[in-house]
């Protein structure tokens, strides 16, 4: 069937086809159309007589508030007199030949169909009856110069679909249902298309282009095929849009609605600039005399001040392809650059055609590099909006009056900022009333005098070039000597905080080191080998604030791979080619990353795809930015001295603070600057500088003095109250007495048999005697170094206590030595300070079988050893290892293990002094003794490190790689006498000192 809806017709409701059809079969000459009258709307309309029995009603009333109400009104007459409804001549407008009168009703008008849009408003007509139909050129499918819906099927479906089918093209009223299911949109849009005054200026003959082409939520936005065109910026209303030469003046579908047949883009400054042959009646224009003085006044060299067609190809550098414009001169001004599109771009646009490389924002702004500002109040638009030509911009003819569109065209040369070929800092830096102070987020910033009277310039530190360009920077931390931070103008300039005494700290304890060592996270060297095959990684983390991270590795022999893992991003060297701040460089066996401003976080650096066994040389190295004021960075104490040994620090194995990555065995709540703030001896150079002498860290750093305590003396720091008071609150062991309870591990009262001797500490037994006849007593003994000290008959519910006087030890004034919940009753609860209780257990119950049984006991008894030594000598015995003690050349022994009552203790036959050293040569094997033999069997000169062998008896033990400044280690597991099993115990371990060649 031609019309899909033949095959469900239900325009007769309940009536059989047959009455008006007739009856037959399907080719039989007595079927026939129907033959009706020719009135319409008897049966089609809101009102008619005979609209139950019918489908598709028209409301005639809303027809006739229409554009159409008059279509075909030639038939008016005729109508009236014919059907007696004048109503009927719209209807054969459009579904009769001709809008003639049908004498038969539906015989003759269209099957299926109707006069469409195209067919009357074509400019030709398509009777004579609607020669009046406006005619359409544009703004169609088929436009003559201006096409919209061209994906409609038809020139008709452009119009009915989509545009004069809104319901905001129809009559109020309009009936939108019992219309037919298909073309419903057409036939909607036919009946009650409505008279827009709202969009066309009737009087004036022309049509409000800005309604739709100004306004990017129109109402006919779907049908838009370029959304842009909803939201046309070069012109800012309709006046703009209808002058001679550019679109022209008329209704929306009127014939002369155009494109510029010229030139136009050719004539930007013609149309738009003061001055123009075609500035009247345009309402954006650009003051030329402000242009001409502007920063942007000839950015791709063509400005010509008397050729306005030269000065438009100026206006293509920001407005359009500059290319495609040459090549296309007709088009319109395309874009509205943001000044990041040029200035904050790897490729900006039109990049070939300018005269100038375009200066990169890089610094001094929001997202900079190193030096980055407010973007709420220190932005690009904020800054430039104050550095405009003197009178810009003009007070009329400006229709976006935003500070972008200012800046562009108006922005002003800053040569007052300019030294030379720099920006001079001072500007802004050194003059608090300066245009720009309340862009600073630091007040101070404005006015900075650390380098007043002194040699160094901003340059020294800041780097030299324009306000924006990446030259510019904070100070970077690079490893070297002092000479720059102390004797320029920032920490030798004694009227400030941050002023560091050199000449003090050069004769301290961190002297012999560089700001950077403890100012700049430590490097990572690691040494090792990796076999063919197989893989190593190391796991590290990159500060905030790194400018620059150094990733190098050497190896020996064969190829591999280096890739680095930056919080799971992988970095490679093909991703290092396409990233101008990833540097990647190989030569033979080493390969090294150079980052610029890595992520902070976790990274691991991957040794992969090895080819062949190879030791290797790992270093990572960190170059940070200067910190902010207030915001130093300081590698902590532990750091160099504890967990990761570096720049030849002393090692500190035993009181550690609690927390520390260490595996000590001595510990303290202690910090090292609680303690070590005795050894400060601050210089005279810092009275008067405003520096925080009350930062102990800081003044423990740069001012500790070298041995003002004798660490070896145990006894002078843990038994004076004064001296321990200082340094760190150092405990007296005498006063330490820690107790257990008698019970097992069910709480359940422990069981002794009579007879039967239990060990105590501090040389103490327990022994159980017999039991009284009674059955209800026991004798209890206790004895010390074999001697018997009390002897008891206890009964069931009886205590058994034993307590001696602490005659050996002062107890500090005020300080309660008890009361911690360890000790036992009687003195505990007195508050008696001088005595110590070795037991006290009370007797639960007794079973006996004549004077032999098993009594129970609950309670407490000594469980740790009571210090009564006052000599260091006798600290060293369990405590000590590294010192010598006794007299000169005697033994050195080392505590192996020690559980609080056995001590196991190794002899030490080398353990050099502080002073003393020895040279090894390249292969000559120094005998340490009970077969151990240390041979250096290789040296780097220019890795400044050595190969050391340690073997026993002639196997190999250990074989490493060791940097100068260097430990090499050799531990292993032993037994004891006892059969107790002794882990990671260090055999062997000896510095590297120094690395060189005689």
Request: glycine residues 10%; aromatic residues 8%.
């Amino acid at each position: 069937m031609e019309y899909a809806n033949d095959r469900n017709i239900q325009h007769a409701g309940n009536q059989g086809c047959n009455i008006c059809h007739g009856e037959g079969m399907l080719h039989n000459e007595t079927l026939t159309r129907v033959v009706t009258t020719g009135n319409c709307t008897d049966c089609h309309s809101l009102y008619g007589e005979n609209t139950t029995q019918t489908r598709y009603h028209i409301n005639v009333s809303a027809m006739n508030l229409g554009v159409h109400a008059g279509v075909n009104s030639n038939m008016t007459a005729i109508a009236t007199t014919e059907v007696a409804d004048a109503n009927n001549a719209k209807c054969w407008g459009c579904h009769v030949q001709d809008g003639a009168y049908p004498a038969d009703g539906h015989r003759d008008i269209f099957n299926n169909d109707a006069y469409l849009c195209y067919e009357c408003h074509n400019g030709t007509a398509a009777y004579q009856n609607v020669t009046s139909a406006t005619a359409v050129y544009n703004h169609f499918k088929s436009g003559v110069c201006i096409t919209a819906r061209t994906v409609a099927e038809t020139d008709s479906f452009s119009c009915g679909y989509g545009c004069h089918n809104l319901t905001t093209m129809k009559v109020p009223d309009f009936n939108a249902g019992e219309n037919a299911s298909y073309r419903v949109n057409l036939s909607q849009s036919s009946h009650y298309p409505r008279n827009r005054t709202d969009i066309a200026n009737v009087t004036a003959g022309y049509s409000d282009c800005g309604w739709c082409h100004l306004d990017s939520t129109n109402e006919f936005i779907e049908i838009f095929e370029n959304p842009g065109l909803a939201n046309i910026t070069h012109a800012s209303q309709t006046r703009s849009c209808i002058v001679e030469g550019c679109h022209n003046k008329g209704r929306i579908h009127d014939l002369n609605l155009t494109f510029p047949d010229w030139d136009i883009g050719r004539e930007c400054a013609n149309c738009h600039l003061s001055g123009g042959a075609n500035t009247s009646g345009i309402v954006a224009i650009i003051n030329k005399t402000g242009f001409e003085r502007s920063v942007h006044t000839n950015i791709t060299g063509d400005y010509n001040s008397s050729d306005y067609t030269a000065i438009s190809r100026v206006c293509w550098g920001c407005h359009n392809n500059y290319t495609e414009q040459a090549a296309d001169p007709k088009k319109h001004a395309e874009v509205k650059p943001d000044c990041e599109d040029c200035h904050e771009s790897a490729s900006p646009q039109n990049m070939g055609n300018l005269s100038e490389n375009l200066r990169q924002v890089t610094e001094h702004q929001p997202n900079g590099t190193d030096i980055t500002t407010n973007g709420t109040i220190a932005s690009c638009i904020i800054c430039h909006n104050r550095s405009l030509v003197t009178g810009m911009p003009p007070s009329d003819l400006v229709v976006e009056r935003s500070p972008q569109n200012a800046i562009s065209h108006y922005g002003r040369r800053r040569t007052d900022m300019i030294e030379g070929a720099v920006t001079n800092c001072s500007y802004c830096h050194r003059d608090e009333a300066n245009m720009f102070a309340d862009t600073f987020d630091d007040a101070n910033n404005t006015n900075i005098t650390h380098g007043g009277g002194y040699s160094a310039n901003c340059t020294d530190c800041h780097g030299s070039g324009r306000f924006h360009d990446a030259a510019l920077s904070a100070p970077v931390m690079t490893p070297g000597n002092n000479s720059f931070c102390m004797n320029t103008a920032c920490h030798g300039n004694n009227q400030k905080s941050w002023f560091v005494g050199d000449a003090a700290f050069t004769n301290r304890i961190h002297g012999a080191i560089n700001c950077t060592d403890c100012h700049v996270p430590l490097p990572v060297n690691v040494g090792g080998s990796v076999g063919a095959g197989g893989a190593y990684n190391r796991a590290f983390t990159v500060p905030d604030d790194v400018k620059l991270l150094n990733v190098t590795l050497n190896w020996a022999a064969g190829s591999l791979n280096l890739t680095l893992d930056a919080n799971g991003t992988e970095i490679n060297q093909t991703v290092a080619t396409g990233n101008s701040s990833i540097d990647y460089t190989e030569s033979g066996t080493a390969i090294r990353y150079s980052i610029e401003s890595p992520a902070s976080g976790s990274w691991i650096a991957c040794i992969t795809n090895v080819s062949a066994a190879t030791t290797f040389d790992l270093e990572i190295e960190f170059i940070q930015k200067h910190p902010k004021t207030g915001k130093c960075f300081a590698n902590p104490c532990e750091s160099c001295h504890v967990t990761n040994i570096s720049y030849h620090a002393p090692s500190v194995a035993e009181h550690v603070t609690k927390g520390t990555a260490s595996s000590a065995g001595v510990w303290t709540n202690a910090s090292c600057a609680a303690c070590h703030v005795n050894d400060i001896v601050l210089p005279s150079s810092l009275g008067g500088s405003g520096v925080d002498t009350g930062n102990n860290d800081a003044m423990t750093a740069h001012y500790g003095a070298s041995m003002t305590f004798d660490t070896a003396e145990c006894v002078d720091c843990h038994e004076n109250e004064d001296t321990g008071a200082k340094w760190g609150g150092a405990p007296d062991p005498r006063n330490a007495t820690r107790y257990e309870y008698v019970e097992d591990a069910d709480d359940i009262e422990e069981s002794l048999r009579t007879g039967e001797v239990v060990k105590l500490k501090n040389g103490y037994e327990l022994m159980i005697g017999p039991i009284s006849s009674s059955r209800r007593s026991v004798w209890i003994y206790l004895m010390h170094e074999g001697v018997l000290v009390k002897k008891e008959l206890v009964s069931t519910g009886g205590v058994f206590e034993y307590e001696i006087k602490k005659d050996w030890v002062k107890p500090e004034s005020g300080v309660s030595l008890y009361g911690t919940g360890n000790e036992t009753y009687k003195h505990r609860k007195s508050q008696e300070s001088s005595y110590t209780t070795i037991v006290d257990l009370r007797v639960t119950d007794i079973f006996s079988g004549g004077m032999r049984g098993v009594v129970t006991f609950n309670g407490l008894v000594l469980k740790s050893r009571m210090h009564t030594e006052t000599a260091d000598e006798n600290c060293y015995t369990c405590h000590i290892s590294g010192y010598r003690y006794g007299v000169d050349d005697g033994d050195d022994y080392l505590v192996l293990r020690n559980d609080g009552e056995d001590v196991t203790i190794g002899r030490l036959p080398i353990n050099f002094t502080d002073n003393e050293h020895r040279l090894q040569p390249v292969g000559h094997a120094w005998d340490l003794g009970y077969g151990y033999l240390l041979t250096a069997t290789e040296v780097d000169l220019l890795g400044r490190k050595a190969r050391l062998e340690l073997t026993r008896n002639g196997t190999v033990l250990e074989s490493e790689v060791v940097h100068e400044g260097g430990m090499f280690m050799y531990n292993t597991t032993i037994r004891d006498r006892k059969g107790h099993q002794i882990n990671d115990v260090t055999v062997f371990r000896v510095r590297v000192a120094g690395v060189f060649r005689r």
